[in-house]
DNA sequence: ATGGTTGGTCGCCAA
């Protein structure tokens, strides 16, 4: 089984290379986030013209998940109880052959200090609460997203210019706190490289700098990790080629599961 | 601290 993690920064100026995206990796499941689209507009008989379906939680202008796989997927479930801005689309989850995948799009947090910032670290928290009174951490399950916070100093083209966010002590602590609930990171299972970057901002020519962030994780559970056989980040979704035009800020995160 | 690109929407807010 293969499964996909992706902001796309809109899913109707992005359809063109979600299709491609679909077409080149041929996932089973895809889990995207800011898709930027209410349930009411979302492009349903698009994605069932590509063979798959979709399962949704959006809204207008900001924010929005979906699920889109090859098969219905069970017990799909949209947001969580507990979510302190539950307004705001920013989770949806449902099994796949047997795996849980819970897609978020983690708050930004904008920088320490704001009300945004508190806000992010309440959702994290009350978004752990609720996977660990709800589901069981010797299952396969996988948390995986945008998750706006860098694991580690590696990850980081320049660690000390995030301190004030994405790498501040207290995301990195909201990270380890999953950890210690009895996950890993699954990229990292296969990759021991510094540097691999997940998102480039579009100023100031980010990506040609190679200034990114690896803040698209996937947090597997040890049933999770057993089973996971390959872990990469399309960097060709950026690059200048085919796909020149309009990219999104962040790219594909592809993981396998035998 | 400021900076300055993209998307949604149509004046700015968010990232």
Request: glycine share 6%; hydrophobic share 35%; net charge negative.
């Amino acid at each position: 089984m293969r499964a996909i993690s992706w902001n796309v920064n809109s899913l109707r100026t992005r359809f063109e290379r979600v299709a491609a995206v679909i077409n080149r990796h041929q996932p089973d499941l895809l889990c995207l986030q800011e898709t930027k689209v209410t349930d009411e507009d979302f492009p349903h008989d698009a994605i069932e013209e590509l063979g798959y379906i979709a399962e949704v939680h959006g809204q207008k202008t900001y924010n929005g998940v979906a699920l889109i796989s090859r098969d219905e997927l069970e017990d799909v479930r949209i947001g969580f109880d507990g979510d302190p801005c539950p307004e705001q689309a920013r989770v949806i989850s449902g099994v796949c052959q047997g795996v849980r995948f819970i897609n978020i799009y983690v708050v930004n947090g904008k920088e320490i200090g704001t009300d945004k910032y508190e806000l992010k670290m309440k959702w994290l928290t009350a978004l752990r609460e609720w996977i660990s009174s709800e589901f069981n951490n010797d299952e396969p399950l996988v948390i995986l997203g945008d998750f706006n916070i860098v694991p580690e100093e590696r990850d980081a083209h320049d660690p000390d210019k995030w301190r004030h966010i994405h790498f501040s002590p207290e995301e990195v602590a909201q990270l380890d706190a999953l950890r210690d609930w009895g996950t890993t990171d699954l990229f990292r299972l296969h990759n021991d490289d510094d540097h691999v970057f997940s998102w480039w901002d579009y100023r100031r020519q980010a990506f040609r700098f190679d200034h990114g962030l690896r803040i698209d994780l996937a947090m597997g559970t040890q049933r999770a990790a057993k089973i996971c056989s390959f872990a990469s980040l399309d960097r060709d979704e950026r690059r200048k080629g085919d796909f020149e035009a309009k990219p999104s800020d962040h790219i594909p995160l592809i993981l396998d599961f035998s």
